[in-house]
C-alpha cells in the first residue's frame, strides 16, 4: 500500500481531500526564498548549489506543508549542460546563444550531461534524506519542443517564429534538435531518479504554440518516446505531463504519451477536461495563478468549484500555471487550509 496521496493518486485513486502542491511553489513571492537568491548571487548559482538549491525547495514545505516538494532547478539546465551558452538576465529572463540548424546541432556535446549536471542530483539525493516521510519528492525536465523554443529563439517571450519556420522548413534538421533532447532529457529525469526523485513531471509550458497540424509530430511523439523509455527503465515512477495550451489535444495528449497524470492550464474547461481524459489518468490544476493573487471569497468559491468538479476522480489540487510572484503567502496559507477542510 502506498502511503503518500501524491503516489496513491497517480495510481488512479481518488484521495479527499485531495494532494495539493504548486508549480514554481518555491520562488519570488517568498520572502525567504529572495534572501537565498540575494547571497547565491545568480540564478544558475543557486540551481548549481546543492546546498542552497535544497534549502529553497524546502522553504514552501515548512511553510505550508505541501503534499509534494519539486525540486529547485531549471528547465534551461539541459540545454546548458548540452553546451548552449545561458544567461538570466535581471527583469528579462533567459538568453541563450540560439541553435538554428542542423549544424548547429552537430556542435552541441551530449557526452557530459550527467557529469555537468551532478549538482542537481546532489540536491535530489540530499532532499529525498531530508523531506518529511509523508512528502513526495517530484523531479522534472521541459519536453523537447518547449525547450527548443527556447534555444531556437535564444530567449523567452517571442511569438516562437523562428522555431515553428524551422520546423515547417526543414524537419529533418529539426528532427535531429528533437531527437538530441528526447535523450538528453530521458538520461537527465533518469539520473533524477535514481538520486531519489519518486515521480516526475514533464513540462510542455509553449505547447500551444504548436500548429494543429505539427502538434502530433513535435509534441506528442517525443513525449511518448521520452515516457517509453523511462518506464522501461523505471516502471515504477509515475509521470506527469503538463502541456499547456494544448486545447482540443489534451485528451490525445493524455492517451497516447502514457503518463499517470495530466496537468491542465486555467484556460481549459476542467469539466471538460474530466470528461474527455481517460479516467486512469489523473488531473492536475487548474486554480487561475492570478485568482490566487486576488484570495478573498473569489478564491474560496474557485477553490469549492475546482473540488466540486474533481469529486470523486483522481486529482491534484495545483494552479493551471506557475505562482505569480506577486502572490501574498497569505493566500497560499488560506488555499490549503480550505482545500484541506472542505469535503465535497
Ligand atoms: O516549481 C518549482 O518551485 C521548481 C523550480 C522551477 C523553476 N523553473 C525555478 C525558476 C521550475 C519547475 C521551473 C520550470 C521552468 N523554467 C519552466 C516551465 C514552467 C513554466 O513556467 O512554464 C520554464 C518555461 C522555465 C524557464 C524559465 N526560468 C523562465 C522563462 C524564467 C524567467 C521567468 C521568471 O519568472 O523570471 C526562469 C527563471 C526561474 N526559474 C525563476 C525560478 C524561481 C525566477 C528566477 C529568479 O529567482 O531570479
Redo the contacts with the bound molecule.
Keep these: 500500500m502506498k502511503h503518500k496521496k501524491l503516489l496513491r493518486v497517480l495510481a488512479g485513486e481518488s484521495v479527499s481531500p485531495p494532494p495539493i502542491w ?7 513571492y517568498l520572502s525567504e ?2 534572501a537565498v ?1 540575494a547571497k547565491a548571487g ?2 544558475l548559482n ?2 548549481y548549489n546543492p546546498e542552497l538549491a535544497i534549502e ?2 524546502l522553504q ?1 514545505i515548512r511553510r505550508f506543508g505541501f503534499d509534494a516538494a ?7 539546465v539541459v540545454p546548458h549542460a548540452l553546451g548552449v551558452p545561458l544567461d ?1 538576465r ?5 538568453v541563450l546563444q540560439p541553435v538554428r540548424s542542423a549544424e548547429a546541432v552537430a556542435k552541441l556535446s551530449r557526452e557530459a550531461i550527467e557529469e555537468r549536471l551532478a549538482p542537481v542530483y546532489a540536491t535530489v539525493q540530499g532532499l529525498a534524506k531530508s523531506l518529511p516521510p509523508e512528502t513526495t519528492l ?1 523531479g ?1 525536465a ?1 519536453v523537447p519542443w ?1 525547450v527548443a ?2 534555444i531556437v529563439e535564444g530567449q ?2 517571442t511569438d516562437h517564429a523562428t522555431l515553428i519556420r524551422w520546423a515547417w522548413r526543414d524537419p529533418q534538421g529539426f528532427a535531429a534538435l528533437i531527437g538530441l533532447l528526447v535523450e538528453a532529457t530521458t538520461r537527465h529525469l533518469l539520473a533524477q531518479i535514481q538520486a531519489g526523485a519518486e515521480v516526475v ?1 514533464l ?1 510542455e ?2 505547447g500551444g504554440a504548436a500548429p494543429d497540424a505539427l502538434f502530433q509530430r513535435w509534441c506528442i511523439e517525443p513525449v511518448t518516446e521520452i515516457v517509453r523509455r523511462l518506464k522501461a527503465a523505471a516502471p515504477e515512477v509515475p509521470v506527469i505531463g ?1 502541456p ?1 495550451g494544448a486545447g482540443a489535444w489534451l485528451a490525445r495528449y493524455a492517451e497516447e504519451t502514457g503518463v499517470q497524470g495530466i496537468g491542465v492550464d486555467q484556460g481549459t474547461s476542467l469539466a471538460v477536461a474530466r470528461a474527455v481524459v481517460p479516467d486512469r489518468v489523473a488531473i492536475q490544476g487548474n486554480l487561475d495563478p492570478l485568482v490566487l493573487v486576488e484570495g478573498g471569497a473569489a478564491l474560496d468559491s474557485e477553490i469549492d468549484r475546482i473540488t466540486d468538479l474533481m469529486a470523486g476522480a483522481p486529482h491534484v489540487f495545483n494552479l493551471g ?3 505569480h ?1 506577486d502572490t501574498p503567502p497569505e493566500h497560499v496559507a488560506q488555499l490549503i487550509e480550505r482545500v484541506r477542510s472542505r469535503r465535497p
Design positions: 504548486l508549480m514554481r511553489q518555491a520562488g519570488r526564498y529572495r537568491r545568480s540564478f543557486l540551481c529553497v525547495t514552501p519539486i525540486l529547485f532547478s531549471d528547465i534551461l538570466y535581471e527583469g528579462e529572463g533567459p517530484i522534472f521541459g518547449t523554443a527556447y523567452g517571450g513531471q513540462f509550458s509553449w503538463f499547456r500555471h506557475g505562482i510572484q
